[in-house]
């Protein structure tokens, strides 16, 4: 087994980096047990770095693997049930759940994954659903190109970028737009998102308006436990022990984990546990040295940075024009190249800077 370089790494086939093999791991459900929690911290520290990211897929990922320490970590992966059988079937089984939903979300997602594996479906590799189905939407905004949502006492199925929905009675029913997707030329080259499909004006049936969302989590007491944060999704392996202890875990794609049952939260390693604290606010990717592409650190320009961000604002730093760690617009990106960081507002890390080539003791200033 040889890593993969790419833009979207599984556990069967990793992608390689500046520090060694990603490994990324899919929960089933978007759930952890306590087992799971520990065992996959035991892992970060035997078989790679030690660090964990939280990513904005609500997956976990392991960094520093090695083309030696790969077979027994799936080994162990696989004895947790963490790793699907095969490439393909980790490739389709792309799923955000909401931490918020009950049982009937659990078996619909348990039931979504069982249609994805049984598919023959060839679908991008970025290409995924969401299972937005508790009490209201709270993935609107989140990357998927199917939803399923909760309209009152029932179900509807939206293909990302409409403002319509249909009736949903099955994962069957995911399973056909996800064909029809396919059939109407959305994909080319291993690529394609449902929403570019329909801003090309290609729609299906679709007749029931679409539920209105909820507004977005913070870290805090919820209804269903308690919401903890991490700086850029990284959580240590010693948090991630402890939190298991303390009740189930429910992973999102919002770099936080529910801990269910809990009603408050001791102070850990990483973790943010109040809506105003100033590390919500920023965003960053690996950065150098662990990207091979990135022309800088971030994650430590950007923690520097944090007291100069202005209240309600989303500071961005990417290691290059890619973006990855925050592929939308931020009220201020920082992209670092090889003449220093270039400034844009408003925008994404590839847009027009209306600064360029700034040094990183300049940054406080322009902020």
């Known amino acids: 087994m040889s890593g993969v370089k790419g833009w979207c790494p599984g556990a069967l086939r990793p992608m390689e980096s500046g520090d060694g093999w990603v490994v990324r791991i899919k929960p089933h459900g978007a759930k952890l047990s306590r087992t799971q929690a520990t065992g996959i911290a035991d892992a970060a520290q035997t078989y790679g770095n030690g660090l964990i990211d939280l990513t904005g897929r609500g997956n976990l990922q392991l960094r520093g693997v090695t083309p030696d320490s790969h077979t027994p970590l799936i080994a162990d992966l696989r004895a947790l049930d963490l790793v699907d059988p095969d490439i393909a079937t980790e490739t389709r089984r792309n799923i955000i759940v909401t931490p918020f939903g009950d049982g009937t ?48 006492d029932t179900l509807v199925l939206r293909a990302d970028g409409m403002m319509f929905a249909s009736a949903f009675h099955a994962p069957e029913d995911a399973i056909a737009l996800a064909g029809w997707f396919l059939a109407k030329g959305g994909a080319s080259g291993g690529r394609g998102r449902m929403a570019a499909l329909i ?54 794609p919002w770099r936080m984990l529910l801990v269910q049952g809990a009603g408050c939260l001791p102070a850990m390693d990483g ?97």
């Open 271 to 367: 973790l943010i546990l109040t809506a105003d604290d100033p590390r919500l606010r920023l965003r960053a990717c690996t950065g150098a040295p662990g990207c091979t592409q990135a022309h800088a650190a971030t994650r430590s320009v950007a923690h520097g940075l944090a007291p100069f961000v202005p209240d309600g604002a989303v500071l961005h730093v990417s290691g290059c024009a890619k973006g990855c760690g925050w592929p939308r617009k931020a009220d201020i990106t920082l992209t670092a190249t090889p003449q220093g960081f270039d400034l844009i507002r408003h925008g994404c890390a590839h847009d027009a800077p209306v600064l360029r080539g700034l040094h990183s003791d300049q940054l406080p200033k322009v902020l």
């Open 199 to 252: 801003a090309k004006g290609v729609r299906p049936v679709a007749d029931i308006a679409a539920p209105a969302p909820a507004r977005a989590a913070t870290p805090g007491a919820v209804a269903d436990g308690f919401l903890a944060g991490f700086e850029f999704g990284q959580i240590p392996p010693d948090t991630l022990r402890r939190l298991g202890r303390l009740g189930p875990l429910r992973l999102t």
């Open 105 to 152: 979300t659990d078996g619909l997602v348990h039931d979504l994954e069982a249609a994805l594996a049984n598919s023959t479906l060839t679908l991008p590799a970025k290409f995924g659903f969401a299972v937005d189905t508790g009490p209201a939407p709270v993935l609107t905004d989140d990357p998927a190109d199917i939803r399923i949502e909760r309209l009152g």
